[in-house]
């Protein structure tokens, strides 16, 4: 009989978002049932998946708190997949991947585990309570490693994303853009100049700045502060031509503005492309000649 389960739904009195995720990957059916066995009744939600490509599927749409890997797949082995998920960008690298196998395991195989990525090797049979104290610490480190990344994608003074929330959302949406033909554009606006030094009239202009943008944007374009004073719109669906004229309305919106106190004159750097695939540009490269552009005063860069 397995110990009752004390972390989830609750840890230390603090209700959990949801039930944790793991996912078995296993061709052998007695294997993977022996292991739902043992979770399910705990409070865990099990997923399946009977071969590499398939687990690589569902570990990048489910975004499982663990995953559970026997060595033998039939289309790869288990250090191979360790290897795919760990390079997957949409695969949580604070995600426990725990490969197992028959027998006992060798140091050399246990060193190869590692370097393939995975947290640990278990032995069949499984020992139950020994199972349920390894995800249960597990899960939880990579619960609070996932807040702490998550709380660095937020710029707390706007709400807007922060630098690093900017760049995953590109790369997000370049994936997508590219994949299907679409365009891709992204503006950055800063300020000319602040007309006095206060930091409170700074901090204004920043609340207008960022209002100004929630106001004229629409609900699939990305915004966020990546520098004091910088901010940057991430344009979906949006020519190097489309996103010249947000521009314009930008600086004019923002400029009319100018009854704050200080100086809201702004500049604004505009790079996109009308296909991102056939352009061949990450999708970086837009945020980057974006924001160049943006710093060096020149006029705005569209391709």
């Known amino acids: 009989m397995h110990t009752q389960r004390r972390l989830w739904p609750h840890t230390q009195g603090h209700p959990v978002p949801r039930a944790p995720i793991v996912l078995i990957v296993s061709e052998q059916e007695w294997t993977s049932r022996s292991l739902d066995s043992i979770l399910a009744p705990q409070g865990y939600a ?13 570990a990048r749409a489910s975004s499982p708190d663990a995953v559970f890997v026997d060595s033998m797949l039939p289309d790869m082995d288990g250090l191979e997949l360790c290897r795919q998920l760990r390079g997957a960008t949409d695969f949580s690298p604070a995600a426990p991947v725990v490969l197992y196998r028959s027998g006992p395991v060798s140091r050399e195989e246990r060193i190869a585990a590692l370097e393939s990525g995975a947290w640990d090797v278990l032995s069949l049979p499984f020992d139950a309570q020994e199972l349920l104290l390894r995800p249960d610490r597990y899960i939880l480190a990579k619960r ?23 760049v995953r959302r590109v790369r997000e949406m370049g994936a997508a853009a590219a994949r299907f033909h679409r365009p891709l554009a992204c503006i950055v606006i800063t300020p000319e100049e602040a007309a006095d030094s206060d930091p409170s009239s700074a901090d204004e ?29 991430i344009a979906p669906d949006t020519t190097a031509e489309g996103a010249q004229i947000l521009a314009g309305r930008v600086r004019d919106a923002t400029s009319a503005s100018g009854g704050i106190g200080v100086a809201a004159r702004i500049r604004t750097g505009v790079y ?19 924001t160049m552009a943006a710093r060096d005063r020149v006029p705005a860069d569209a391709n």
């Open 46 to 58: 099990v997923m399946r998946a009977y071969n590499g490509r398939q687990a690589i599927e569902r």
């Open 144 to 166: 609070e490693i996932d807040r702490m990344r998550e709380s660095d994608l937020m710029d707390p003074g706007t709400g807007l994303y922060s630098w690093h929330g900017v």
């Open 205 to 233: 202009l920043t609340r207008v700045i960022a209002s100004q943008l929630q106001a004229l944007t629409r609900g699939s374009d990305v915004l966020g502060r990546i520098g004091p004073m910088e901010f940057v719109v």
């Open 272 to 290: 996109g492309v009308n296909d991102l695939h056939d352009a061949n540009v990450d999708p970086a490269e837009l945020l980057v000649r974006a």
